[in-house]
């Protein structure tokens, strides 16, 4: 059936307020494939999310993505050995409002409008243990420490939980938690694992960090046979995620793959193809 002229002239109308994706990855020859995923709202059983594949563009290390609706995306890059997704933990900064962005394994805390130096006498040599406790002092990030610590001791259903990333404002937080049961649960089938990675929010009110109510975004959860959990490969990286793209324009995000990609990151599985797809 022929096409209207109309209905000619409205697709490529659409076609051109469409936004596209360009991933540059680097070290370019570690980049095996590029995808992203657009997150929707979770049902009670269900987690749903839609997966793009971004396509070689020719030149080693880049991708691109064509006639993305506007939103945000999170990025997923894969090497030979695993498989690193884009985490959105953004909290809704204001312009130049200052943020800090915390990887607590990793030990690395940085800040974004605000230089932690200026809290001391000009001329001071400010030491890296310095700048991060004027950091921690800024953000409250002590007191939020506890909060994190009240997750792993709770272990309502879990054995096991941990903060892997934070990042927000002196007023609010979102974090990547990690959680796992290990077995001694209800159908339990031969020796099972339960896993899941799931961004929490948090609020500063009455002079404390405390969750924030229906906030919690489950990212994945998976239910394993033991080997399976072993092999499983889910490492995160909030530099690729929350990323918006908008209608009729090319969003660019260039991105180094870590030297060293390993639990402090999620779960490290097994270097092969299937570890990176357990589904």
Same mark, same amino acid.
């Given at each position: 059936m022929k096409r209207s002229a109309l209905a000619l002239l409205l697709a490529a109308a659409g076609a051109a307020l469409a936004a596209d994706l360009e991933i540059i990855v680097a070290p370019a020859e570690k980049a095996e494939r590029a995808r992203v995923v657009k997150r929707l709202p979770n049902t009670r059983k269900k987690i749903n999310r839609q997966w793009m594949n971004a396509e070689p563009t020719g030149e080693k290390g880049h991708f691109l993505v064509e006639d993305l609706p506007e939103g945000v995306y999170d990025i997923c890059i894969e090497t030979k050995q695993h498989r690193v &997704?884009?985490? $959105? /933990?953004?909290?809704? #900064? *204001?312009? *130049? @409002?200052? #943020?800090?962005?915390?990887?607590?394994?990793? &030990?690395? /805390?940085? #800040?974004?409008?605000? $230089?932690?130096?200026?809290?001391?006498?000009?001329g001071v040599v400010v030491s890296k243990a310095q700048k991060a406790q004027a950091i921690r002092k800024k953000f409250r990030l002590d007191a939020l420490r506890k909060c994190f610590d009240t997750i792993a001791r709770a272990r309502k259903f879990e054995n096991y939980a941990r903060v892997i990333y934070a990042s927000g404002t002196s007023e609010k937080a979102r974090a990547l938690? &990690? /959680?796992?049961? $290990?077995?001694?649960?209800?159908? @339990?089938? *031969? $020796?099972?694992?339960?896993?899941?990675? @799931?961004v929490r929010a948090f609020v500063w009110a009455y002079g404390a960090w405390s969750p924030e109510n229906r906030s919690t975004k489950v990212i994945e959860r998976l239910r394993l046979q033991r080997t399976e959990y072993e092999r499983l490969d889910r490492l995160y990286d909030p530099a690729i995620g929350g990323v918006s793209v908008k209608e009729g324009k090319t969003k660019t995000v260039e991105y180094g793959i870590p030297a060293i990609l390993d639990d402090r990151m999620g779960k490290a599985g097994a270097a092969d193809e299937a570890a990176r797809h357990l589904e």
């Open positions: &997704e884009g985490v $959105d /933990l953004h909290v809704g #900064a *204001g312009p *130049g @409002e200052p #943020a800090f962005h915390w990887w607590l394994p990793g &030990e690395r /805390l940085t #800040a974004e409008n605000f $230089d932690p130096a200026s809290v001391f006498e000009k938690v &990690e /959680l796992r049961r $290990d077995g001694g649960h209800y159908g @339990e089938r *031969g $020796d099972e694992v339960i896993w899941r990675s @799931e």
